[in-house]
Each structure stands twice: as C-alpha cells, then as structure tokens.
C-alpha cells in the first residue's frame, strides 16, 4: 500500500484525538510533504544529493526560467522556514507546543505550491 500523504491529512483532521496532538500530527505530515517534494528534485540540480533537505529544495529554483526565478526563490525560502520551523516544534525548541491554526494554513498553502511547481517543473509545463 501506497502512503499517501493527503489521506494521512484527512485521516489527522477527522480523528477524535485531542487538538494539541492533532495540531502536532499535523505539522509532522507537513513536513514529511516537504522531505518528499525535496526527494523528487534531481539530484543532479540540488546542492546536496542527500540529506539537508534545505539545500536539496534549492533545485526546484533551476529548473524553472529566468522568469519564474525569483517567484521560485521566494517559495523555497519559505518552504525552508517552513522546514526549519516545524523542526523547531516537534523538537520543543519553541515556547509553544504548536503553531497557530492560522500559521500551519499558511504552511500548507507554501507547501501545496512548493508541490504543483514541482509537478508543473518535472513535467516540462513552464508558465510563460
């Protein structure tokens, strides 16, 4: 059987589990959807064939056009804080046990247009 990280969310959204496990499930998924868009990336575009999936996320900036670069870049910078953040609070380095319902939103919209680049990129269909 296939993992698949949509039904995992949908699976986390509708449990009856308590709202801070939920919220920290959550981040956790998102941050899989981010190890794995970074996975798709060739290698041989990326800073880093393996591991430091920061710098693996800096290939999805190459495959686009000198037109999209700079829409590109922003979206990898902050996939990467998105990355560094979720980090930070699964490890309980921040006061916090979660992010705010309105900051993970915003984590899952950056990471679903981190994945649609990455599908649009790996199957040629650049935006002129």
Not at 27 to 40: F, G, N, S
Request: aromatic share 4%; proline share 4%.
């Amino acid at each position: 059987m296939t993992w698949l990280p949509g039904e995992a969310h949908r699976q986390v959204d509708q449990s009856q589990m308590d709202p801070v496990l939920r919220s920290r499930c959550e981040v956790l998924l998102l941050r899989m959807r981010i190890e794995l868009v970074a996975k798709r990336l060739p290698a041989d575009r990326s800073l880093s064939s393996r591991g430091r999936i920061d710098l693996r996320l800096w290939g999805l900036v190459t495959l686009g056009t000198a037109d999209e670069l700079v829409v590109l870049r922003q979206l990898v910078q902050r996939v990467q804080l998105v990355y560094r953040s979720s980090s930070q609070y699964l490890h309980s380095r921040r006061s916090g046990l979660v992010p705010p319902s309105s900051e993970i939103d915003a984590w899952r919209d950056d990471i679903a247009a981190l994945e649609s680049a990455v599908d649009r990129l790996l199957t040629g269909n650049h935006q002129d």
